[in-house]
């Protein structure tokens, strides 16, 4: 129990520390551009699984689970992100609204999910994961709704 807590802590205090360099990342990624109507955003089309554990103008905190043998509503992301892992990944499908599918063991297949680690992410076009595999799926979902730097024009102020 208290070897799990330390990994969620790790994970989550990864994925703020990422979040520094990521935010630069986030600003210059010119990929994917969000087009899809709002009612695909992931709290308003999956509530179900994407819980806000924490919301301002500038960043919004996630905690995203889908359960064994789930599949979750087609979604999508409408900004930058990083995710903090803090728990095995199952297997997963995941399929696009645009076409096509791809399929995923623990996640991605160029990385191991299987301790905790951080992952940065753009904007994602609607997608909609299903857990083929025997556990749930659950991570941490650090999405970038503003980047700038008002109010921290120095180190006094923050």
């Not at 301002?56 to 043998?69: A, C, F, M, P, W």
């Not at 991605?108 to 076009?125: F, H, I, N």
């Not at 991570?139 to 102020?157: H, N, Q």
Request: glycine share 6%; proline share 4%; with cysteine.
């Amino acid at each position: 129990m208290q070897k799990a807590r330390l990994l969620r802590i790790a994970a989550i205090v990864c994925g703020v520390t990422a979040a520094f360099v990521a935010g630069a990342w986030a600003q210059s990624q010119a990929g994917v551009v969000w087009h899809w109507p709002e009612s695909m955003e992931a709290l308003r089309a999956a509530p179900k699984n994407h819980k806000v554990l924490f919301e301002n103008d500038h960043i919004r905190l996630l905690e995203v689970t889908v359960q064994s043998g789930e599949t979750e509503n087609m979604h999508g992301h409408v900004w930058p992100s990083v995710i903090a892992i803090d728990a095995v990944q199952p297997k997963i499908e995941n399929r696009l609204l645009e076409g096509g599918t791809r399929s995923a063991v623990r996640g991605y297949e160029d990385a191991d999910w299987s301790k905790p680690m951080c992952r940065t992410l753009g904007v994602q076009a609607p997608h909609q994961v299903s857990v083929t595999d025997t556990f749930p799926l659950h991570f941490y979902r650090l999405e970038f709704k503003k980047m700038d730097a008002k109010g921290i024009e120095s180190k006094a102020t923050y």
